[in-house]
């Protein structure tokens, strides 16, 4: 097969460009993914979605197992490849629940022995990252990680992407997605917490909790659904829970982007799609003569073609990994990781 390579977002040109078929199955949605270091060739995502409350992991892997064999051969039939073609089994071994990392993980492992395949491990953070830098065509952006799971500001600094803050409580987007639960206004609750916010008038104060450059948002969260209790109109709950958390969000950015001097900046993750945070961040990023993109929405969820872009970048760096050695780490961080395909 001959490939269209498209560069206008992806790395340098190279000579060699492997084909990675990547599995992502660390939360909620179970995807895979084929790219090279230069296109996406395939993505295709199966999300579970709870019948009530938040992710039961159980639940959750258990969709993930039924669906990972439609996943896989629809994702090949798009790219029109066979596994044969498919040079690498990229696989993300974190961070994320256990019993769901564990069926991507092992298939992964399945794929990789049976067609004699390396594997290739990508931390879900930085595959969030790199699809940032791959969509946008940034080349060193200070990257806004923000979903249900992780809030993390973000940057390339000496061979790793080190963190310029986050939240030590709940995630920015758990925090709106469990307000929007409580209310009953479903799942995925942010779209829906921001069309109300549209239609508030009054600010009401809620705490506003930042830490040198972390943050805390499940003080925001109890006193916002206190206050829908107390008689509150709900738009107006709305614009101020959204107002207070991502102004929070906007001052530890701003201050990350001042220090590191990027003149990029990304917004990436489930939140990605926000438009009004995305307008924040784009006032923030003029402000400091830096130009502001949101990951491609398509690639803003969990999906497979991440994990397959980074896991092309990683094996074209020469990291793999031993099917012995491929435990999932659930608490794997984002500035564990050594980023070689950077660093030269
Ligand atoms: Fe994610």
């Not at 979605?49 to 051969?73: C, D, N, Y």
């Not at 109890?222 to 709950?237: I, N, P, Y």
Request: charged share 20%; aromatic share 6%; net charge neutral.
């Amino acid at each position: 097969m001959t490939l269209d390579l498209n560069l206008s977002g992806g790395e340098a040109t190279r000579p060699y460009d492997p084909v990675v078929l990547g599995i992502e199955s660390t939360a909620h949605t179970f995807g895979v993914g084929i790219a090279t270091t230069s296109q996406v060739l395939a993505c295709v995502d199966s999300t579970y979605q709870p019948k009530t409350g938040g992710i039961h992991p159980r639940e959750a892997a258990e969709h993930h197992s039924r669906v990972a064999g439609r996943v896989l051969t629809e994702a090949l039939e798009r790219a029109g490849l066979g596994l044969k073609d498919v040079e690498a089994i990229a696989v993300a071994l974190g961070p994320g629940m256990g019993p769901c990392l564990r069926v991507g993980a092992t298939l992964a492992r399945y794929l990789a022995v049976k067609y004699s395949k390396p594997l290739v491990p990508v931390n879900h953070a930085v595959a969030h990252v790199e699809i940032a830098r791959f969509s946008t065509g940034f080349k060193d952006p200070l990257v806004i990680y923000i979903a249900g799971g992780n809030t993390i500001i973000t940057t390339f600094v000496e061979g790793r992407y080190r963190i310029f803050g986050e939240t030590l409580d709940i995630p920015l987007g758990n925090c709106l997605d469990s307000f929007a639960r409580e209310v009953g206004l479903g799942f995925p609750g942010t779209p829906k917490v921001e069309e109300l916010a549209q239609r508030g008038e009054k600010l009401l104060e809620l705490p506003y909790v930042v830490k040198g450059q972390d943050l805390q948002f499940s003080g925001l969260l109890t006193k916002a659904l206190r206050l829908v209790k107390e008689g509150e109109r709900l738009e107006d709950v709305c614009y101020s829970l959204v107002e207070t958390a991502y102004s929070m969000l906007v001052e530890v950015a701003e201050r990350a982007l001042s220090l590191t001097g990027k003149r990029e900046v990304t917004l990436t993750g489930g939140v990605a799609r926000s438009r009004i945070l995305s307008e924040k961040l784009d006032k923030m990023a003029k402000l400091h003569s830096s130009v502001f993109k949101p990951v491609d929405p398509r690639y803003a969820g969990d999906n497979g073609a991440m994990i397959a872009y980074t896991g092309a970048l990683a094996y074209s760096s020469g990291v793999t990994l031993s099917v012995e050695e491929s435990r999932v780490k659930p608490l794997w961080r984002l500035d564990q990781v050594d980023v070689p395909w950077r660093s030269g």
